[in-house]
């Protein structure tokens, strides 16, 4: 008997810690193919406390990102575990950069649309320059910890590793 499933595939755009290879790789064990694309309607956000941002419907702004493309049904779901509970999965259009296309994806909006820890705009070339190394090293414990769950022991979500990473990395740098 053939196995006639059928194994949906993904697009997922990306636009904050997600654009950078390092922490895809670590997340899902390699980097899928990929595509520059464009989100109109959006702003991507900074987050008081946090060095990842935040995107949210704004009129006339657009959030630049890239889509990753065949997004396993696993993957999709060690995204949405990463993502955690401040982060909603949705549905939006993109248009691609090199063909103008537009392509059905799934996004990551920010939860609370009455934050007020949001402010400015977020730079993934900043980002990249100051806080990469570190986020790297907090997604690697964070999928450490997942792959080490057990019925006893429950792991972490992601907003507390990312948390107890900082506060440890704070805690060296204040010695």
Known sequence: MTNSVVRARHDVFVYGSLLADEVVRVLLNRVP???PATLHGY???KIIGRVY?????VENKKVTGRVLHEITGVELDILDEFEDVEYNRSDAEV???????KLQV???VWSDRN???L???WDFEEWKQ?????FVKMTDAFMRESEQESELQESKTRVQTYESFYKQENDKQSS
């Open 33 to 35: 193919s990929s595509t």
């Open 43 to 45: 702003h991507r956000f």
């Open 53 to 57: 941002p935040a995107i949210l419907p």
């Open 95 to 101: 248009v691609l950069m090199d063909t103008s296309e």
């Open 106 to 108: 799934h996004t990551y």
């Open 115 to 117: 934050d007020p820890n």
């Open 119 to 121: 402010y400015g705009e």
């Open 130 to 134: 100051v806080h990469m190394n570190d």
